[in-house]
């Protein structure tokens, strides 16, 4: 069965400073891979996801994330955060043609000024 | 313009009732899911619907049963509400085989 890891479940950071989510996963066939952002009393936005081609995705907000086969991870990073960026993140994967998204338990990202 | 709704957006209700949750997409999808997020932000797919037939149906108690009246419309039914049962419950809807979901604001149910 599939499942997600997000190692960390709080990262708090200062403004300005580089950030990196940790997402790894466990599949055994090909998997498509995303993150999504929930700010605080919101729904789930879509982030950024990886399908194929480039391993390395980006986002229209700066971040951005890169699928590592080998090591069977997609690590979410932005060079320098803002304090708008204060959000839970999710790591989720998705197998097969039914769509059904396997997510990770989150990443609370603090952003502090 | 919102793409995915959902109401009510806030349910307090008593054990033992019964309680319905709406959702509808106007994106044209063909595909419509219905994940719980618990107490501690641990989301998890109950149901997908794709061209108004279930599809997935991940060992959800039977007092929960979703409706599809149309491709644009997924109510999520729940009976004999329990007290675990409290949780944000999100609807979200994709294109078949496009693996892009977009989520609802989602409706957070509460059972005293």
């Known amino acids: 069965a599939q499942s997600v890891t997000q190692l960390d479940s709080q990262v708090p950071v200062f403004e300005e400073a580089p950030v990196e989510l940790r997402c790894n996963y466990s599949?055994?066939?090909?998997?498509?891979l995303f993150w999504y952002v929930q700010y605080p009393n919101q729904g789930l936005q879509l982030l950024l996801k990886y399908l194929s081609g480039s391993t390395l995705v980006e986002s229209i907000n700066g971040f951005e994330a890169e699928f590592n086969k080998s090591q069977t991870s997609f690590h979410l990073r932005k060079p320098s955060v803002h304090i708008s960026d204060t959000a839970e993140y999710f790591c989720a994967v998705s197998e097969g043609s039914q769509g059904n998204l396997i997510f990770g338990k989150g990443t609370k990202l603090s952003v502090k000024p | 313009d919102t793409a995915v709704s959902q109401t009510p957006k806030y349910l307090v209700t008593q054990m033992g009732n019964d309680k319905s949750i709406k959702c509808e997409q106007n994106l044209g999808h063909d595909t419509m899911y219905w994940y719980k997020q618990d107490s501690k932000k641990f989301l998890k797919i109950m149901f997908s619907?794709?061209?108004?037939?279930?599809?997935i149906n991940e060992t959800v108690p039977n007092r929960f049963s979703p409706k599809s009246p149309d491709k644009a419309h997924l109510n999520l039914h729940i009976n004999s509400l329990e007290l675990g049962d409290s949780a944000v419950y999100f609807c979200?809807?994709?294109?078949?085989?496009?693996?892009?979901?977009?989520f609802g604001p989602g409706t957070r149910l509460t059972v005293t």
């Open positions: 599949s055994s066939v090909s998997v498509y």
């Open positions: 619907y794709n061209n108004k037939e279930l599809i």
């Open positions: 979200a809807s994709s294109q078949w085989n496009s693996y892009e979901q977009y």
